[in-house]
């Protein structure tokens, strides 16, 4: 069985642009999650989304947001890119609420 | 709120000796713990779980962890190293029950390098 997928592989934006990032769970799970991980740092939990419906939010700016599609992919979207946000972005499914999590590999993000 | 602390953020071992990677957690209320690996470029890879039952739990390739409620602890082990097995290794936990989400809270990490 495929596992958790993720595109693009790697993107390089300027500072203020609007970035776009895609994840296909493992088939039969509903439940997929976003996390940002800093260089040198453990991920940090920025979505969680089951059946479509955001269940939980990290302490990320509104200039983050996500959406889960009736086939359960998702999207994040980051507006107004700060050099900061430059981070590995992984996605992770799950069946459910409080099943383990398998994570893609990642989309690494570069902002200049 | 809970929290993870990795109590060391690098552990050079010699191949083929013991290891013992620490975590420790904080919550108010009952909990999941996980070991991720992560390769470096890549994503994470679930290395093994508690979720209830046993409180010693062991992977495919000879890690084991071992759940200590009272002490709040979830320390990794693995009886002889590999070079192989040089890697980030990252603590995770997630509240179990309530109104709580899947949220994975995760440590720092300790980087596992295993010389020859």
């Known amino acids: 069985d495929a596992g958790v997928t993720q595109s693009p592989t790697h993107l390089i934006k300027t500072r203020g642009q609007h970035v776009t990032l895609r994840c296909s769970p493992i088939?039969?799970?509903?439940?997929v999650s976003w996390y940002q991980q800093v260089l040198g740092q453990g991920p940090q939990f920025i979505f969680q989304?089951?059946?479509?419906?955001?269940?939980g939010r990290g302490n990320f700016p509104d200039r983050f947001s996500a959406r889960q599609f009736p086939n359960y992919s998702s999207e994040l979207n980051v507006n107004a890119l700060l050099l900061g946000d430059s981070a590995l972005y992984l996605c992770?499914?799950?069946?459910?609420?409080?099943?383990?999590?398998?994570f893609g590999p990642g989309t690494r993000l570069t902002v200049t | 709120a809970q929290s993870v602390t990795q109590l060391d953020s690098q552990v050079p071992v010699f191949e083929e000796a013991p290891v013992e990677l620490r975590c420790n957690y904080s919550?108010?209320?009952?909990?999941?713990l996980f070991w991720y690996v992560q390769y470096p470029n890549q994503g994470l890879q679930l290395l093994l779980k508690?979720?209830?039952?046993?409180?010693l739990v062991e992977s495919i390739n000879g890690f084991e962890a071992e759940f200590n409620k009272s002490q709040t602890s979830f320390h990794l082990r693995k009886p002889s190293v590999h070079i192989s097995d040089t890697a980030e290794y990252f603590c995770?936990?997630?509240?179990?029950?309530?109104?709580?989400?899947?949220?994975?809270?995760f440590g720092q990490g300790t980087i596992l390098t295993v010389h020859p």
């Open positions: 919550s108010s209320v009952s909990v999941y």
């Open positions: 992770a499914s799950s069946f459910g609420y409080h099943y383990e999590q398998y």
């Open positions: 088939s039969g799970h509903k439940s």
């Open positions: 508690y979720l209830s039952g046993s409180t």
């Open positions: 989304y089951y059946e479509k419906e955001e269940r």
């Open positions: 995770a936990v997630n509240e179990a029950g309530g109104t709580s989400y899947g949220k994975l809270t």
